[in-house]
């Protein structure tokens, strides 16, 4: 794994303050040296959690200029009745303990929905976070966002122009409930860069439709589905327009590495997924193959089983709603093709299972001669560790 780097302009702690069970971190404070320009993008579930819709209204309220996070895991703070008394009170400690404004302070929420949250577990647990804050603590905060991860996910990049570097660093969770549709994941990226909040929102709109949007475990839509971009404009740099698209790119590489990792850490999973869909009529008609493929059982089930059977990637791309035309269908696995022209291709079946038992899978579908549209998705297989873990989240 590559050595994480940080950016300049921000500071981060975490502590437990009682939410979970277990005795370890579940609440991490991200603050600014000053106030930075930001961009977020949200779930677009129905039901909504209520340190979403605050954020959002915080986000809109101060134009964008946003001083601090305070993240929760444990309690999704979501379909209770208290809900938004629990984020505002939260907001407000982490305000008047940085001597910032309300709106200038996101809050955010990951874990079980329909459980009342004490405010007192959080405003009680502000003035450590702010005491403990410190430039090296981001993996802290990467830590105690975690629900039923099995691991930290982070990613960073480096940019060198000739006045100094750019840095972009990222983190996120999820495990399960994942298939964003943003505009239980939730990911916050960094960057030093002087970036104006409209460019965030044009980079990061971008960015989620080729990683978290094309993301899914299990088709479920979160309640507290949050990616928020920040930066701090501490870097050294004068980034001319053909930089700020190169700054622009990197946060976009971030964003797909940390969607990469969710799906590597799916609930229960042994494999990553890579779905390409090329050669269709549209880029959206590429998408709703790959997504298709991506959330079906019978796939996923299949290459948990190191199965080569074409049929059912076949089959999810006919019911997506994408039109195409099945004669000149081709499908491989691990670059092993084995379906032409929608019919099989004589193949070492033998050895092509051996080569499904990798832990990274890559499945392709391509039409040939109709379209230049084009998509990638991220999934993971299904295994019984799957049904472990969510029959018994609650308890």
């Given amino acids: 794994m590559n050595e994480l780097k940080l950016p300049f302009g921000f500071r981060y702690a975490a502590t437990y303050a009682g939410i979970r069970r277990d005795e370890r971190d579940d609440v991490g404070l991200i603050a600014a040296d000053r106030p930075a320009n930001a961009a977020a993008v949200f779930t677009r579930n129905i039901v909504q959690a209520a340190p979403v819709q605050i954020a959002r209204d915080h986000l809109q309220s101060s134009g964008g200029k946003i001083s601090a996070i305070l993240v929760n895991a444990g309690n999704a703070n979501c379909a209770t009745r208290t809900g938004e008394q629990v984020a505002m009170a939260s907001c407000r400690a982490v305000a008047q303990h940085l001597k910032i404004r309300n709106e200038s302070v996101l809050p955010a929420s990951t874990g079980v929905i329909g459980v009342e949250l004490p405010p007192h577990l959080l405003t009680n647990a502000v003035p450590t976070l702010v005491e403990a804050l410190s430039p090296d603590g981001f993996e802290s905060v990467a830590r105690a966002i975690l629900t039923t991860d099995t691991r930290m996910k982070t990613a960073s990049e480096v940019l060198s122009f000739s006045d100094g570097t750019v840095t972009v660093a990222g983190m996120t969770k999820g495990s ?197 549209g084009s998509a990638r998705f991220f999934t993971c297989d299904f295994t019984e560790g799957y049904i472990r873990i969510n029959g018994s989240y609650r308890t």
């Avoid at 960057?191 to 044009?202: E, K, S």
């Avoid at 960015?207 to 920040?230: C, E, H, P, Q, R």
């Avoid at 019919?343 to 109709?370: F, M, N, P, Y």
């Fill in 176 to 372: 399960g409930m994942i298939q964003p549709n943003m505009a239980t994941t939730l990911g916050f990226v960094m960057t030093d860069a002087d970036l104006p909040v409209g460019f965030l929102r044009d980079t990061l709109t971008t960015g989620i439709a080729k990683s978290y949007n094309s993301l899914t475990v299990d088709g479920d839509t979160s309640t507290n589905d949050m990616v928020t971009l920040l930066a701090s404009g501490a870097a050294p740099c004068k980034l001319r327009t053909k930089d700020k698209r190169k700054v622009g790119d990197a946060i976009g590489r971030v964003l797909q590495s940390l969607a990469k990792q969710i799906a590597a850490d799916g609930e229960g999973a042994t494999k990553v997924v890579e779905i390409e869909a090329i050669g269709f009529r549209s880029d959206d008609d590429a998408r709703r193959i790959a997504r298709a493929i991506a959330n079906s059982p019978l796939v996923k089930t299949a290459v948990a089983g190191s199965d080569p059977n074409w049929g059912r990637i076949l089959a999810a791309a006919g019911y997506s709603g994408a039109s195409f035309n099945p004669d000149r269908i081709d499908i491989s696995f691990q670059d092993v093709l084995v379906c032409r022209n929608g019919l099989a291709v004589e193949l070492d079946e033998a050895a092509l299972k051996t080569k499904l038992d990798s832990h990274e899978i890559s499945i392709r579908i391509a039409q040939s001669g109709w379209g230049k």
